[in-house]
């Protein structure tokens, strides 16, 4: 997955930068996209985490809001996708990664290192499949 990464240079990527100027779909767009030109790859993190609730549950995530606005400002707020639409055999382990990345402040977001880590964990549990 990309989000825009491809435009950064490594020395961008040291802090905050303008990524995309508030350019992207509202539905997967971190709350920091909606308040300020001054956002990080931990935006990338969060829409992982619409991706990965869309993938799990088979929805868009806050589909029924068209406003780009109105979306933004429940973001903004705290707003976050009902993890009671997730199906029953879903890992909890799985949910609780979802939860962290979409997490308010972005320096909770965990980074993709520790998101691969963590799917690792929790789909090869055994060393039978050797280092990733």
Known sequence: MD???SRMTAEQNQGAVDMTKHAGTPHWMAPEVFQTN??????????????????ICQEIPFEDIQSKQRLGLMVCS??????????????????????????????????FDE??????????????YGAC
């Open 78 to 111: 705290g707003g976050r996708p009902d993890l009671k639409a997730a199906p029953p055999d879903c890992p909890e382990e799985l949910l609780a990664l979802m939860a962290s990345c979409w997490d308010a402040a972005p320096a909770v977001r965990p980074d």
């Open 115 to 128: 998101i691969a880590a963590t799917l690792a964990k929790i789909y090869m549990p055994s060393s039978e």
């Open 3 to 5: 989000f825009g990464q």
């Open 38 to 55: 001054s956002y990080d790859r931990k935006a990338d993190v969060y829409s992982f985490s619409m991706i990965l609730y869309e993938i």
